[in-house]
């Protein structure tokens, strides 16, 4: 049959054209990233993406990794969607035989891909973003970790923050994962130990076209301000227009999911003042310095969202890891990470790759400055680090200050 | 609040309705559910981005530009697949217009993104009646009286031209309607036409009233269904009361049950009727 | 790629390939031979493997569970809570026409995705469920994927064989009569709602197995793994190029859908990461073009309908 025999001749293209190209394939070093170039997080995802870049062009600049070998990043669309993510990550591991990871941003995404694919495949995973507490306490083999702080912090800083404006009372809505659930936990538990009172804490789910009712049920007994967490294209925006167009809230509290210009547009007169947390770098120390400057040689300019330096570095120390460990197994990176890093280690600067390989080639630990400050990991995987006050002024995104842990 | 949900039922029951109408006619005539239908609506309401924001025309002209756009669309489609594959079974045609939705609705995807759009940046604040009672933005107000008005044109159509009686009379019994001498040929492909400006226009007004997403047709699809049947398959008057009922009912049940379930509500209203009369509230007895 | 990451590429695909096999060998009973149209696969689908994990997981705080069943009463369980469901919503729209049916299947399964978005206490919502056990993971190690896929294709063959068995009995004859002729058979004085019924909970089984299958591979679900369009789309293009009431054309429509579909998913996963949705859209429109123009040219598919042996000559000339 005709047709048949179409399919049949593709299907032989197909595997002949991958087997050929496997024969001509060069060897790399790959490390997967699970980043949201679409979906809710879609305005953070490409810039994250170019922390990433930026890590691999120094690295390979600089002779690459395990005598030569180039390093392949692997990028795969999480669409800000834990089924997407989890699927990208199967293919990554099963598929690419990639056993360290970068990502994904969104905690509800992350958390699925680590118990579902990392954790059981032992693969390294770092995020690079997600904040939610639940990292802390999760069942992971020490496969895990964050080159950001947990949400514990923010929630702290934002609690403080909705009480020193003077705010009274307090309604919360937060998007319906991991993130949101955990930030808004310790929001209120801040907020009410500052004397302040909650009235509504409400969950939302994330791509709806109106919000009105959650709206309406937050603004239900007239609290001095509306605390969001939530991202920016799968509702943020949504939720803070329609709070403004149907008169439901004017003041607002931003976390780090709204850290965006694009939240002000076509409101920037009502949105003029207001605050937000979200993680930022460590206060002294020149690696943030010098990673904007040469992110913007690369890139061009940088926005000021967060998470971009914070990829850089989760990067960076996977490839540390791989060099200490001399392999790309997944238990050999996991433990390499810690014997890597060390507070009083010899000092590595973001764009010193060549002198990091000859320390670890000497058996020396590393002291790493990262894009977002010194890189430390606890047992547990987690990072520390600082929360910074931003604010809208004249529809620009402005840090204003940093409480450090 | 009661009083809010209603207004906001309107409005949405005013859009559903114009799209119910055009679904309810080709449903009546050529005898199968347009399952395109819902995504025909979205592909009217980013023809009139593209006219209004993209090559900045004002926006009656850009509402005129979609409609005729979205029309010739549905022309076209019936040309290429349906008319040919009617002759085959039902669930063939119906099955090629669930691939029509997908192509029309990737079109749009592929050629203007997934992110949220707008017609305007600026929000506009709403005008609130009796001390909070009742807001409602001028937008609504504009949206209710072009729905209002296009309802009464396609009235005037349906019962004064000869063409709408036309249309009527095939949707009603389509072999008497043959025998009378009526140019079917012609009248099926101007159902097509007037359902293609019908539901570009509930497009727009649905864009107008909250936003442009890939989706937004999509989400309606069970709504619009739900109107036809409750209205009577063929009845484009069924449609019109059915569209009202259902968005009223849609608003309306939050006062009961979570907001979350709200689709749910369309969909259990068709199955009753499915049940009980199957002819809708209109129509004539299958 | 190396050839050992063809070998694990090409594993992946035929996993999946057979997962959707499954679910086309379903709707074949379903539309192939009982004439009904079902456009709700993708809640049965999900109703399947949410029942599995939910059965088959160790107790958790997020969602209903705790039963820490083996893998095959998983598996069992979820083809009888999808035949229960089959069974509710039979009753009050098996009697429809067939273009209500569809109408009505599409709600269906838009309560059912409802209901696992919202029911938390259910389905743990939007999280999803994470962590479903992998039948006997530990053993096989790096070569586990090749294990599943035999477990996939020892599926397949039972319910290949149970398809082509009901088909040829007698009982499959009466199916198929109805199919052809209505009037005919109740004039027969047979009960024709009774027949279509079972046919659809008989499929409605298969989903519910291959949901569950499904469930077990990736390891995690969520509302979003059962996008309405991909999967009960992407069944219904399988059906019509293998042909219609034909179970050996069922698979190898489902093989080459697949094929086609992750073919065009390499070749635009070589493009620079921004143009991921607009590619993704463009495999969609393609395949969506693709069907359309088997509809018009050949819709009986690559095989028609397969010719069934029949002792009893009535109905069928």
Known sequence: ????????????????????????????????????????????????????????????????????????????????????????????????????????????VTIPVAESVTVPGEVVLISPSSTSPVLTTLDDNGYVFRTVPSDSLQGVVAGNLAADLDHDTLAIIYVNNDYGQGLNDAVIEQFEKRGGEVTASIAFEPNKVSYRSELMDAASENPDALLLIAYTDDGGITIIRQALENGYFDEFIFTDGLKAPEITEGVEQYLEGMRGTAPTSMPGGKGPELFTELYEEEFGEIPPKPYIDTSFDATFVLALAIEKAGSTEGPAIRDAINEVLAEDGMLVNINEWDKAKELIAAGEKIRYEGASGPVLFNDVGDSMGAIGIWKIEDGDIVNESVEVQ | MALQLFLNGVILGSIIALGAIGLSLIYGILKFGHFAHGDLMTLGAYFAFLFKVQLGLPFWLAFVLAAALTAGTAVLLNLILYRHLKKRDSVIVMISSVGAALIIRNFVLLFWGPQNKFYEKAIQMPIVLGDGLLRIKENQIIILVLALSLVIAVHLFLSRTKLGKAMRAMADNIDLAQITGINTERVIIWTWAMSGVLTAAAGILLAFDTHLTPVMGWNLLLPLFAAVILGGIGSPYGAMFGGLVIGISQEMSTLIISAAYKPAVAFTIMILMLIIRPSGLMGKKV | MTFAGVFSYLVFFLIFVGIYAIMTLALNIQRGFAGLFNIGIAGFWAVGAYTSAIVTKGPTPDHLGGFGMPFIVGLLTAGLVASILALLVGIPTIRLREDYLGIATIGI???????????????????????????LAGIFGSNYNLFFLLIVITVIVI???????????????????????????????????????????????????????????????????????????????????????????????????????TGTEFLTGMLPAAYTTQAAAVRVILIGIFLEVILLSRPQGLFGEKKYSSKKTAVEN
């Open chain 1, 1 to 108: 049959m005709f047709k048949k025999k179409i399919f049949v001749i593709m299907l032989v293209m197909l595997f002949l054209s991958l087997t050929v190209s496997a024969v001509f394939a060069q060897e790399t070093v790959k490390i997967g990233t699970l980043m949201p170039l679409t979906g809710g997080l879609a305005s953070y995802g490409q810039f994250t993406r170019n922390g990433t870049l930026l890590a691999q062009k120094i690295i390979n600049e600089q002779g690459g990794l395990l005598g030569g070998k180039e390093l392949e990043l692997v990028n795969v669309d999480t669409q800000t969607n834990p089924q997407a993510g989890v699927d990208g990550a199967q293919k990554l591991v099963s598929v690419n035989g990639i056993n360290a990871i970068v990502g994904a941003l969104s905690s509800g």
């Open chain 3, 109 to 135: 399964a838009e309560i059912i995705r409802l209901v696992v978005k919202n029911e938390a206490w259910l389905t743990n919502g939007v999280r999803g469920v994470s962590a479903i056990p992998k039948p």
């Open chain 3, 159 to 261: 319910f290949y064989y149970l398809s082509e068995k009901g088909i040829n009995s007698p009982w499959g004859r009466v199916l198929r009569a109805i199919r052809e002729d209505e009037e005919v058979v109740k004039a027969a004085g047979k009960n024709v709602v009774r027949y279509r019924m079972e046919a659809f909970i008989l499929g409605a089984f298969m989903m519910g197995v291959g949901g569950a299958l499904y469930a077990h591979f990736t390891s995690f679900i969520s509302p979003e793994a059962f996008r309405p369009m991909q999967a009960t789309f992407l069944v219904w293009i399988m059906l019509i190029i293998g042909g219609s009431a034909n179970n050996f054309g069922s698979i190898v429509g489902a093989f080459l859908t697949w094929g086609i579909w």
